[in-house]
C-alpha cells in the first residue's frame, strides 16, 4: 500500500504564491512519475503538471510560465510552486503518483486533495 500525504493549500489573493507539497510512502520500489490534478467545481478533474523519473516535466497550457512542478527523490516528494495565481485556479488539487511496488506491480495512487482558493 501507499499512502500520499499532500499539504499547502490555502486561501490566496489573486497575484499571490502557494507551495504544495505530496509526500509518498510505503510500499515503493519505484516512482515512475508524480504529478498535480485539480478539480474545480462542476467541471472535470485536469492535469496540472507532472514529472516523470526521468525528470521531464508537462504543465497545461494555462499555467506555463506561473507553475513549477519539482521533485526530492530522496524524500518521495513532489512540489507545484503556484506563482501569479488568479481566480481561475481556484480548485481542489490532487496528487498522483505511479509507482512500481516492492511486489513489483504497476498501481497509481491519488492524493486526498487540498483545496486553493484564489479571491479577486
Known amino acids: 500500500q501507499v499512502q500520499l500525504v499532500e499539504s499547502g493549500g490555502g486561501l490566496v489573493q489573486a497575484g499571490g504564491s502557494l507551495r504544495l507539497s505530496c509526500a509518498a510512502s510505503g510500499s515503493i520500489f519505484k516512482i515512475n512519475f508524480m504529478a498535480w490534478y485539480r478539480q474545480a467545481p462542476g467541471k472535470q478533474r485536469e492535469l496540472v503538471a507532472s514529472?516523470?523519473?526521468?525528470?521531464?516535466?508537462n504543465y497545461a497550457d494555462s499555467v506555463k510560465g506561473r507553475f513549477t512542478i519539482s521533485r526530492d527523490n530522496a524524500k518521495n516528494t513532489v512540489y507545484l510552486q503556484m506563482d501569479s495565481l488568479k481566480p481561475e485556479d481556484t480548485a481542489v488539487y490532487y496528487c498522483k503518483t505511479g509507482v512500481v511496488t516492492l511486489h513489483l506491480t504497476e498501481l497509481n495512487y491519488w492524493g486526498q486533495g487540498t483545496q486553493v482558493t484564489v479571491s479577486s
Open positions: 514529472n516523470t523519473a526521468g525528470g521531464s516535466t
